[in-house]
């Protein structure tokens, strides 16, 4: 149970933070127009 549960969150992790730089880029353009 526990190596499954750490597979699924290294696995969500991974994914995370594509999308968390994706995020804080655009984040950081649209303040930067603002």
């Known amino acids: 149970m526990s ?6 969150k290294g696995r969500i992790l991974r994914t995370g933070e594509s999308q968390r730089k994706i995020i804080m880029k655009l984040f950081y353009l649209r303040r ?3």
């Open 3 to 8: 190596e499954k549960r750490k597979d699924n």
């Open 32 to 34: 930067r127009t603002e």
